[in-house]
């Protein structure tokens, strides 16, 4: 809540109940370059709901304040979240242009059994808020948005922040601030615990009853200074470009943020996009190493299964709602510290649906899950000695429409208390290697915990 301007939550926030609200919506296009619009004031301060949500094709969404929440638990959390949003929207008056139509941003836990608690505190097995106050940046323009209970509300609040995002520094030179640097770091999960963990995962494969599971590890980050979330994204904007930004603040609790490069699904009328993403390896030192790193990748058949394995369980999740169905050649996705494999993949929808359906239907692929995925959940469920919470999660918006896009909450971590706490997982197959997996893994700790040091 944002106390400070008497931004008041005006729906309600528990679990299941949300009472009808007719919200007003109101928006205007801000006469400013990107590189001045003050967003970083829209994400300061903890003990607001913030949220920021950026694709590597330009949109750009920051958040603040809640007009409604939604949020559920259990198996049929989709359904439920689905359910009260169309409430809201279907009440909410929207006088504006199409890009700054409010929406709805958030997330879901890994498992539908999550509960709450640190480093989770805040964060529900699926949450999702419309912002009172959003502002929407795609190649076209920039636009705010405001959202309140009465048409006066709405204005005033737009009229308020207008003045406000005007009058503060720009949050594109915010990112210049000091990472907070890191005082000590503890891990879950030591080398010889890891080894037995994978040992597990390869046991249940020679017996048939596994064909891939991703294992994950988390790394506590003890912080020497006070972490600035919003420049350290701003920094993480930077080194990966290509990837997708989010930032997830409660009014209590941590802040949950990350880059990942993997996308889950987005939607837009009947047209789909999502991609099969798995396959590690790292950067070289020169192009012709790098070059070397990838050709290995893509003769190796252990990578190879790893990654075929994804794109098979997303061909066959997507089919019952596909007319169309694409699957594109194989590629090459290269980060600033690691390259992946991945296939792109498209559909046209065969009638009208919403896009947390199709999360529902894709979540988890076994680039984050496994296959069969009972089986892979099991075994993570055994073997890991922590709570995934929203690691490795379908994290982004919907709409009224249900339209939206989804990542998938890789290379990510919780900030809570001078900590953050990070998360990284590797596909197991039969024949990984203990200590090779393990040195993917810490590859991909480097996005966030590059830029804490
Ligand atoms: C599970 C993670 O990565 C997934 C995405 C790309 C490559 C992966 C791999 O090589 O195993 C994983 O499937 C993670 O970043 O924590």
Request: aromatic share 6%.
């Amino acid at each position: 809540m944002d106390r400070s301007s008497g931004e008041g939550q005006l729906a309600a926030d528990s679990a299941s109940t949300v009472e009808p609200v007719d919200l007003v919506s109101r928006s205007r296009e801000l006469e400013c370059e990107d590189d001045h619009v003050a967003v970083g004031a829209l994400l300061r301060g903890d003990t607001a709901s913030r949220i920021r949500w950026a694709t590597p094709d330009g949109l750009e969404l920051v958040g603040r304040g809640v007009a409604a929440r939604f949020a559920a638990g259990g198996p049929d959390r989709f359904d439920r979240i689905r359910t009260q949003a169309s409430r809201v929207f279907d009440a909410l008056a929207h006088d504006g242009p199409e890009p700054a139509r409010p929406r709805a941003v958030g997330g879901f836990s890994f498992h539908d059994g999550h509960e709450p608690g640190p480093p989770w505190t805040g964060f529900d097995a699926a949450a999702f808020v419309v912002p009172q106050v959003l502002l929407t940046r795609t190649d076209d323009g920039t636009w705010l948005t405001t959202v309140g209970t009465r048409a006066d509300e709405a204005d005033d609040r737009l009229e308020r922040w207008t003045d406000r995002l005007a009058a503060l520094p720009s949050n594109r030179s915010s990112g210049s601030a000091p990472a907070p640097g890191v005082a000590s770091t503890r891990r879950t999960t030591s080398k010889a615990a890891w080894s037995d963990q994978v040992e597990t995962a390869l046991d249940r494969i020679a017996d048939g009853r596994l064909t891939k599971v991703v294992l994950a590890q988390a790394l506590s980050v003890d912080l020497e200074g006070a972490i600035d979330v919003p420049a350290t994204l701003e920094r993480l904007r930077r080194q990966y470009p290509n990837c997708y930004r989010f930032l997830v603040g409660r009014e209590v609790g941590g802040t949950f943020f990350g880059a990942p490069p993997e996308r889950l699904v987005a939607k837009r009328g009947n047209r789909v996009e999502t991609e099969a993403l798995a396959g590690s390896v790292p950067r070289g030192e020169t192009p012709a190493e790098d070059r070397e790193h990838v050709e290995r990748m893509r003769a190796d058949e252990k990578f190879q299964h790893e990654h075929e394995l994804v794109v098979d369980a997303i061909r066959e999740q997507l089919a019952p709602f596909a007319r169309e169905l694409t699957v594109s050649e194989q590629t090459i996705r290269r980060l600033a510290t690691i390259q992946h494999l991945q296939t792109p993949i498209e559909a046209i929808l065969d009638g009208d649906r919403h896009v947390l359906e199709l999360v529902e239907a894709l979540h988890p692929t076994p680039a984050v899950g496994g296959v069969p995925p009972d089986a892979a959940w099991e075994t993570i469920r055994d073997t890991e000695p922590f709570g995934r919470g929203w690691y490795a999660a379908p994290l982004g918006w919907f709409d009224g429409d249900g339209d939206g896009e989804f990542a998938v909450a890789l290379r990510s971590g919780v900030a809570a208390d001078g900590t953050v706490t990070l998360f990284a997982g590797n596909g197991i197959v039969a024949d990984s290697d203990p200590a090779e997996e393990w040195d993917e893994v810490q590859l991909k700790f480097r996005p966030i915990l590059d830029e804490l040091r």
